[in-house]
């Protein structure tokens, strides 16, 4: 079990851009893999973006490819989730999660164990 907690969110005008972290304890960081999911009022939570223990690997939701980038410092066990371009549309609670399983189902928020509190990001128009 690890503990997460995210950091970043905040009020951002259409164009704009955040970028959202998420610093991990408990277990050794580069042995999972990492998901960032969001949850607008009203809807399922969503997959983001994710990426592997090696940062080999990296997974994009068709709405945040070529905007959002997902990184990750073991050094420091934190995971990033960079956001250019930001529509209204991206409002939502943002959450990162731990996968300890190496599911392959990567996009799939049954398969991740641990769960951050959650950041709030609102884009205006």
């Known amino acids: 079990q690890v503990k997460l907690v995210e950091s970043g969110g905040g009020l951002v005008q259409a164009g704009g851009s955040l970028r959202l972290s998420c610093a991990a304890s408990?277990?050794?960081?580069?042995?999972?893999?990492m998901g960032w999911f969001r949850q607008a009022p009203g809807k399922e939570r969503e997959f983001v973006a994710a990426i592997s223990g090696d940062s080999r690997a990296r997974y994009y939701a068709d709405s945040a490819k070529g905007r959002f980038t997902i990184s990750r410092d073991n050094a420091n066990n934190t995971v990033y989730l960079q956001m250019n371009s930001l529509k209204p549309e991206d409002t939502a609670e943002y959450y990162c999660a731990a996968d300890f399983g190496g599911s392959r189902r990567y996009f799939s928020p049954s398969e991740y164990q641990d769960w951050g509190q959650g950041t709030q990001v609102t884009v205006s128009s």
């Open positions: 408990g277990r050794t960081f580069s042995n999972y893999a």
